[in-house]
């Protein structure tokens, strides 16, 4: 029998003061592992500002940690006796620390729990797997909720956190009496509209050598580290929360679908990589949004609209990712094949829309959710792109992504991988929708305008196309009813000209 300490690793996404594993323990006999390793940094290349966010916030962390009288046994990455794994190195630790046994929160990704699964057989200590208390939703209450019903909606799901919470209520009946008023958040840009400018986070001297260390180990991934402006410490991540709230939480609702070239991050309130590291705690950061709402500050359109991303759709589509693994990942209802094209990653195509939002996250690391639904995930399903390499990449690129959030995200949500049990009809759209909600086709080189042809916006022949080849697997669906009917209506000749003009562009992909 081991007298030593217990060991409680902390995982990179687990950089949170109430994290489930360090509630009940005492200082004096724990001994707290950071690993930096070289599996976490490589299982997709990621972008080189997601991996300076995630080392620098992890020694930020370790050290808030130590300031509160914890342990913290840190491994460097570049420690010459580092293992590069997980496993490895609580192997290495349990031994260093002589401890007595694991506990540890559960992890975000499927991949990572088949590690934890694994310890008990090779530590030689006994292994303590916690629930993540960190979301509305225990897992066990997300399944209990899903068991025996037909439809997974969302909708009803998020009816239920409110109540749960109480946000946004007023008693049993929510706040306006709607529960939903994703209707008033659709504008597209109107002329002159300019947000304010996000704020920037100036690296201090850890984030300096974790950037110094990215560019020499990682200086060929994707991605710029000359804007990093993140924060990577929870006492700014509550400064980015309280400047959203300040400065643009009034206008998020209404113009959280718009995009425009020159302003990146729009009205968004650019919180989902301090959410998804633990430094921000969902919940505190619902209240703090409807206590501007009460405050008369915000509308409640845009506070809803906030509340629901967060407490509905974060907490949904997590639920969702435990209960479609491991599947999920390997999901292609609509064989889709297509591999990548090179400018998802150069930026480099005449589409404006399409090279403007890689740009943008090659800059920022970060793009808002309509770029990411709406121009890579349209273009990604109309043109019948492979879902693992599309998940593959927005796991890479974005600064919030990890697999329990990307997966569900891009496999259910966008790519209707999933054959339609996340969402309730694939978002196809053509170039009509990206001109109403961005300011991308005045400058591109195809006319958005033109449907067919050299140069017609290619979403709009591709749109058909992907209508037509899917027509055994979606024409039955309801909310489909429509563009098939006016689809049938089409001459034969025009509906030809659609499917040549789609296959002559999608023929320039391969
Ligand atoms: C994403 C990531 C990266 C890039 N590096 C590390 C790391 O060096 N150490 C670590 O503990 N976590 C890292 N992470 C986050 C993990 O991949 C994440 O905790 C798991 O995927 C579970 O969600
Ligand atoms: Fe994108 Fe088409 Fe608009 Fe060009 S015209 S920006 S390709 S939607």
């Not at 029998?1 to 060991?7: I, N, R, S």
């Not at 009946?173 to 008033?184: C, I, L, M, T, Y």
């Not at 697999?403 to 339609?420: I, K, T």
């Amino acid at each position: 029998m081991k007298t030593g300490p217990v060991l409680v690793p902390v995982l990179g996404d687990q950089l949170s003061p109430a994290l489930s594993s360090l509630a009940d323990r005492s200082r004096n006999d724990t001994v707290v592992l950071m690993m930096e390793v070289a599996d976490e940094t490589t299982y997709v290349r990621h972008h080189q500002a997601k991996i300076a966010l995630i080392l620098s916030a992890m020694r930020h962390f370790a050290e808030d940690l130590r300031a509160q009288g914890w342990q913290v046994d840190y491994v460097a990455l570049d420690d010459p006796d580092n293992t590069g794994s997980f496993t490895g190195e609580v192997q290495r630790a349990v031994q260093r620390h002589g401890a007595r046994g694991v506990e540890v929160t559960e992890p975000g990704e499927w991949r990572v729990r088949q590690m934890f699964d694994g310890w008990a057989g090779v530590l030689g200590v006994p292994v303590r797997v916690m629930p993540d208390t960190r979301f509305v939703c225990a897992l066990p209450d997300f399944m209990a909720w899903a068991q025996g019903r037909r439809e997974l909606r969302m909708e009803w799901f998020y009816r239920d956190m409110r109540r749960q919470t109480g946000l946004l209520m007023q008693g049993d009946q929510p706040e306006g009496g709607r529960w939903n008023f994703d209707a008033d958040n659709r504008s597209g840009p109107e002329a002159g509209l300019t947000p304010p400018a996000p704020l920037h986070f100036a690296p201090d001297a850890v984030t300096q050598d974790v950037i110094a260390l990215v560019r020499s180990r990682f200086g060929n991934h994707f991605g710029s580290l000359e804007r990093f402006g993140w924060p990577v410490t929870r006492a700014d991540a509550m400064r980015l929360l309280d400047h959203f709230i300040a400065t643009r939480l009034a206008d998020f609702g209404r113009w959280q679908d718009a995009m425009l070239a020159d302003h990146d991050t729009m009205f968004h309130a650019l919180v989902a990589p301090a959410l998804n590291l633990g430094l921000l705690d969902p919940v505190e950061v619902c209240r703090k949004v409807e206590a501007a709402y009460r405050r008369g500050d915000a509308p409640l359109a845009a506070a809803e609209g906030f509340v629901r991303q967060v407490i509905g759709w974060r907490e949904y589509i997590r639920g969702m990712y435990w209960l479609m693994m491991p599947d999920l990942a390997t999901a292609n209802a609509l064989d889709a094949t297509r591999d990548l094209p090179d400018f998802w990653w150069t930026g480099e195509t005449r589409m404006r829309c399409i090279a403007q939002t890689v740009r943008a996250t090659r800059d920022n690391a970060y793009a808002h959710h309509i770029q990411r639904l709406m121009i890579m995930g349209n273009f990604a399903l109309i043109a019948g792109l492979d879902p693992q390499q599309v998940a593959a990449w927005f796991l890479a690129v974005y600064a919030d992504a990890y697999e329990w959030v990307e997966l569900p995200n891009v496999a259910g949500m966008a790519l209707h991988a999933d054959g339609g049990r996340l969402a309730s009809k694939p978002y196809a759209a053509s170039g009509a929708y990206i001109s109403r909600m961005s300011d991308y086709c005045k400058g591109c080189q195809y006319n958005v305008k033109l449907k067919t042809g050299p140069d017609a916006c290619p979403f709009n022949a591709l749109y058909w196309h992907f209508l037509d080849r899917n027509t055994e697997r979606l024409s039955r669906n309801p909310r489909l009813a429509q563009p098939y009917a006016t689809w049938r209506r089409m001459s034969d000749d025009k509906r030809a000209e659609y499917v040549t003009s789609a296959e002559a562009f999608l023929a320039t992909l391969d």
